[in-house]
């Protein structure tokens, strides 16, 4: 999280700022190896792929999108593009509301598992417990792409 003084009446905070970060940083290496993979096919103009990588590398789209917009060419009529971050309204960027969704989806299951419903930042076997829950569930699939777009 990133706070910053405006001016004496304006207060910044910026919440996602540092997934986002993240996500921009994660998302070059994620795309060249699933682009990789022999079972990834397109058929459409270069210009098309550059337009969906770096839509994908924005974290305006997940790689759901990207691969479905391959199936059509790279028509990206055929998926929703979520604006610019930066410029998103609330509940408008798919990459955040899948990472609400997650911290949701692990919450229950610690809430199922351990009666853990919050954690404070002091908390940090509690954190390490959420972290390897969150760990567990990703590998088998059950959150939502988030960051990672995948």
Known sequence: MRIALIDENTLYIDVWGEALDQARALRPTIWDQVMAHPDVTYEGTPEALAVLRDLFISCRIDMARALRAMQH??????????????????????????????????????????????????????????????????????????????
């Open 73 to 150: 060419k790279g028509d990206l009529r055929v998926i929703p593009v979520d604006p610019e971050p930066e410029f998103a309204e609330s509940n408008e960027l798919q990459l955040i509301r899948d990472e609400i969704a997650n911290r949701d989806i692990v919450f229950e299951v610690l809430g199922k598992r351990y009666g853990i419903t919050r954690i404070s930042d002091f908390e940090h076997d509690k954190m390490v417990l959420f972290n390897q829950t969150r760990v567990q569930l990703d590998r088998s699939g059950k959150l939502r792409p988030g960051i990672e777009g995948i």
